[in-house]
T-cell receptor
């Protein structure tokens, strides 16, 4: 396993459309995180999973956003009725708790909403 | 909202010079981490310092932490063009790696 994989790397969509991003964490990592990063800013926490359980959601995650990790392996982040303000880089990270408390990040999925 | 503020926002130096970036944060922490991000890419972990540590080294990196001032600094010695990137500090005050990132310092190292 070479790391955390995210797909697609770049998505361009029109306002009002739905988009879905996928994250494949490192296989033995049971905790998975989603962060959002807008241009010129640091990443902001959105949500995280322990296995298949979603343990916490940021208030940044409006009701248009939904994240799942159905079998405790890969995760999806769906944004419904996209708005221009959703344009950002969506970063996924994973960790095996106890291993130095260090997150491994994927390369990110960049969303552009026209 | 982001907790950390980094200073300077941008830094331009020549190869071989040292680069120092500072980070301030607002609440008590379990640990503070520094990450590097090349343009348009994901973040790469550099170093972690725990709240009971004051200084840590890793290769050309030196990190200090002053919990009384709620601040940290990252020193990169003998910089290289390949060090050109954005650098972010991130604090963890929950123990669950729900990191709060700073605004970042953009470092440009010219050959």
């Amino acid at each position: 396993d070479t790391g955390v994989s995210q797909d697609p790397r770049h998505k361009i969509t029109k306002r009002g459309q739905n988009v879905t991003f996928r994250c494949d964490p490192i296989s033995e990592h049971n905790r998975l995180y989603w962060y959002r990063q807008t241009l010129g800013q640091g990443p902001e926490f959105l949500t995280y999973f322990q296995n298949e359980a979603q343990l916490e959601k940021s208030r940044l995650l409006s009701d248009r956003f939904s994240a799942e990790r159905p079998k405790g392996s890969f995760s999806t982040l769906e944004i419904q009725r996209t708005e221009q303000g959703d344009s950002a880089m969506y970063l996924c990270a994973s960790i095996q708790p106890g291993q130095n408390n260090v997150l491994t990040f994927g390369a990110g999925s960049r969303l552009t909403v026209l | 909202s982001q907790q950390g503020e980094e200073d300077p926002q941008a830094l331009s130096i020549q190869e071989g010079e040292n680069a120092t970036m500072n980070c301030s944060y607002k609440t008590s922490i379990n640990n503070l981490q520094w990450y590097r991000q090349n343009s348009g890419r994901g973040l790469v972990h550099l170093i972690l310092i725990r709240s009971n540590e004051r200084e840590k080294h890793s290769g050309r990196l030196r990190v200090t932490l002053d919990t009384s001032k709620k601040s940290s600094s990252l020193l990169i010695t003998a910089s290289r063009a390949a060090d050109t990137a954005s650098y972010f500090c991130a604090t963890d005050n929950t123990g669950f790696q729900k990191l709060v990132f700073g605004t970042g310092t953009r470092l440009l190292v010219s050959p």
